[in-house]
């Protein structure tokens, strides 16, 4: 079934909210989340290997530990409608693929009982065998930020599995693009205002980042195209060491080096996508920032953790289990779609 972003076609000014309340405690008394300066480095993060036999069941989910802990706590529900589940999880392969992918709300979120920001989408289209994929990240200024990302993905695939089954050499990168910023828009006229289209009004409900795109299987081995609005970012994991593919934040010359993020239904003066050959023995990483701030440039203890958690493809739970660990500061929702090539 393909995904199908008709679910959000009601106007803005039917989305249901509830006011924001102050969580329950449970057990000692919680504290909120610590700000995001850096913690200090200790030598090492938990293990992720297997629990001994014997070990209650609650101490084997526990959160991955990584430096200092998040402080406990039981988490809220989302207070908001439609429902937003806390975790998505997906694991399946084809014949030339095997995909995991987790996203998770953050403990901010989960603190305050606000809904995950996070959203993504990953399909087959099955006459070419491509991949087709899409990670969003809803700003947190924006009003209803969950309902942009997930419009932005589902309208993002829906769009690149059309243009395959019509061309399937080489989508229009800058119609699909358009074509989301276009939807959000679209979301935002209210149902029954005058006809024309509001941009600001869009942006300030359902800002969010997207990147997009398909991994493409050949004789030669499988070539990925991806496009990149915003500041969420992919990377190949090659023999332990991740290489960024988009642009990233931490570098001074990026356009997305700043506070203030570039999301949709903003446009790019233009929609540059970027190859990247992906070979057997690499993968594929696709993320929102709450997996690729704490990442940084791979060479500490988050990059540690998943070079192990993704030297094989983990069991269907394994990344989301290992994406939920839990580091002081760090406490965005995070979001990652990992691709194996099999041939």
């Given at each position: 079934?393909?995904?199908?972003?008709?679910?959000?076609?009601?106007?803005?000014?039917?989305?249901?909210?509830?006011?924001?309340?102050?969580?329950?405690?449970?057990?000692?008394?919680?504290?909120?989340?610590?700000?995001?300066?850096?913690?200090?480095?200790?030598?090492?993060?938990?293990?992720?290997?297997?629990?001994?036999?014997?070990?209650?069941?609650?101490?084997?989910?526990?959160?991955?530990?990584?430096?200092?802990?998040?402080?406990?706590?039981?988490?809220?529900?989302?207070?908001?409608?439609?429902?937003?589940?806390?975790?998505?999880?997906?694991?399946?392969?084809?014949?030339?693929?095997?995909?995991?992918?987790?996203?998770?709300?953050?403990?901010?979120?989960?603190?305050?009982?606000?809904?995950?920001?996070?959203?993504?989408?990953?399909?087959?289209?099955?006459?070419?065998?491509?991949?087709?994929?899409?990670?969003?990240?809803?700003?947190?200024?924006?009003?209803?930020?969950?309902?942009?990302?997930?419009?932005?993905?589902?309208?993002?695939?829906?769009?690149?599995?059309?243009?395959?089954?019509?061309?399937?050499?080489?989508?229009?990168?800058?119609?699909?693009?358009?074509?989301?910023a276009r939807r959000l828009v679209e979301l935002a006229r209210p149902r029954h205002g005058p006809p024309g289209s509001d941009p600001e009004r869009a942006e300030e409900l359902f800002a969010t980042t997207l990147v997009a795109g398909y991994a493409r299987p050949s004789a030669t081995g499988s070539l990925v195209t991806l496009v990149q609005i915003g500041d969420s970012g992919a990377w190949l994991l090659d023999r332990g060491q991740y290489v960024g593919v988009l642009r990233q934040k931490s570098d001074p010359d990026s356009p997305v080096f700043s506070s203030a993020v570039s999301a949709l239904p903003q446009l790019p003066t233009q929609i540059r996508p970027v190859d990247v050959p992906l070979a057997p023995g690499t993968v594929l990483l696709v993320g929102t920032d709450g997996f690729g701030d704490p990442l940084g440039d791979g060479s500490g203890l988050v990059g540690d953790l998943f070079r192990e958690v993704l030297a094989s493809p983990p069991p269907p739970l394994g990344l989301a289990h290992a994406l939920d660990f839990s580091r002081e500061t760090f406490d965005d929702d995070r979001t990652l779609l990992a691709v194996w090539p099999l041939s």
């Open positions: 079934m393909r995904p199908d972003g008709d679910q959000h076609a009601e106007s803005a000014d039917g989305l249901g909210s509830r006011p924001v309340r102050e969580p329950l405690a449970v057990g000692p008394p919680v504290t909120p989340p610590p700000s995001r300066a850096p913690a200090s480095p200790t030598p090492a993060a938990r293990p992720v290997a297997a629990p001994p036999v014997g070990t209650p069941l609650r101490e084997r989910w526990a959160p991955v530990v990584v430096d200092r802990p998040v402080t406990s706590f039981e988490p809220r529900p989302a207070n908001r409608l439609p429902y937003r589940s806390d975790t998505i999880v997906d694991a399946w392969s084809t014949s030339h693929f095997t995909v995991r992918l987790a996203s998770i709300r953050g403990y901010s979120h989960r603190y305050y009982g606000t809904p995950r920001q996070d959203d993504a989408v990953v399909a087959v289209h099955d006459p070419t065998g491509s991949l087709i994929f899409a990670v969003a990240d809803g700003v947190s200024a924006a009003e209803r930020a969950e309902v942009g990302a997930n419009l932005a993905c589902c309208t993002a695939v829906t769009g690149m599995l059309a243009a395959l089954d019509s061309d399937p050499r080489v989508p229009d990168w800058t119609h699909l693009v358009e074509s989301v």
